[in-house]
């Protein structure tokens, strides 16, 4: 039997908000991971285990999705040692909903992995360097890109940009029309630190919000909550959308050339509310 929370594994993986990332070598975290509220999990097998321990978190991986667990899974970049061999491992499995490629830099690069999996497997693209951004919009466009993401502590190693939102805006920015362009859900946003505290995670949360992004990578279970809440429709908008529609429904009128835009954003804020259980909360 899965272990998923219900909730979570009955949203689709586009308008996942929370994105929580599990050590794929300690296989005790697996079961509370997917039982927490978070949108998405993921079995980290890149950045979380070290070189020597790479082949003992594919087993754990492995047997895990083969075992009833279903959850997405974080690989080993294109050009290291470990690579293939997580595909090779990965295709086989019954639970896997899609990987996380790391360090991608290139269209055929997601290609390529999209290739050694099972059709239609999804690759969520994860943007770490200058090149990966500087490609972005090709690699959002290429076969088998399902969403990008942002890698943001690698990309300030790469970059030396500091983790100022400012300083960061737009690599940000770059992402989301980049997602645009390529016809895919609004991108992924790097994580807060494991032990930020809970106004430290609804700040970040709000930056990538107000960016455009619609995901965020977490942590730490603890995160996953504050992380749904801020990048879910608010109160506000929610209470807004509902006024705009039940007077549509009673045959308002049209009014001014901003009816129609601000109609279709209600009803996408109500669509929203509704996957998430908001609408009628």
């Known amino acids: ?124 693209a994860l943007i770490e360097t200058a090149l990966g951004l500087e490609n972005a919009t090709a690699v959002a466009s290429a076969p088998g890109t399902f969403r990008l993401a942002f ?8 970059t030396g940009i500091s983790d100022d939102p400012m300083a960061l805006a737009y690599a940000r920015s770059r992402l989301v029309i980049a997602s645009r362009v390529g016809k895919l859900p609004g991108p992924i946003d790097g994580p807060s630190l494991a032990a930020a505290p809970t106004e430290q995670v609804v700040a970040d949360a709000s930056v990538t919000a107000s960016m455009g992004m619609t995901g965020k990578l977490s942590l730490s279970p603890d995160q996953v909550e504050d992380v749904n809440h801020a990048l879910a429709p608010s109160v506000d908008e929610l209470s807004w959308a509902k006024e705009l529609l039940e007077a549509h429904a009673a045959g308002g009128a049209i009014g001014d050339g901003s009816y129609l835009p601000r109609l279709a954003r209600a009803q996408k804020i109500a669509d929203l509310a509704e996957s998430y259980g908001l609408w009628n909360a």
């Open 1 to 124: 039997m899965s272990l998923r929370n219900r909730r979570a594994a009955a949203l689709p993986a586009k308008l996942s908000r929370s994105w929580l990332l599990v050590n794929a070598a300690k296989a005790e975290l697996f079961a509370p991971a997917l039982a927490s509220e978070a949108d998405s999990v993921i079995f980290d097998m890149e950045a979380a285990v070290p070189d020597d321990g790479k082949d003992a978190a594919r087993d754990n991986v492995v047997e895990a999705l083969n075992s009833g667990m279903t959850a997405w899974v974080r690989v080993n970049g294109i050009d290291t040692d470990f690579w293939a061999d997580d595909l090779a491992a990965l295709s086989k499995t019954k639970g896997l909903r899609g990987v996380m490629l790391a360090m991608a830099e290139q269209p055929e690069q997601v290609a390529h992995t999209a290739m050694r999996l099972q059709a239609g497997t999804p690759v969520l």
């Open 151 to 158: 890698g943001t502590n690698d990309f300030r190693k790469d």
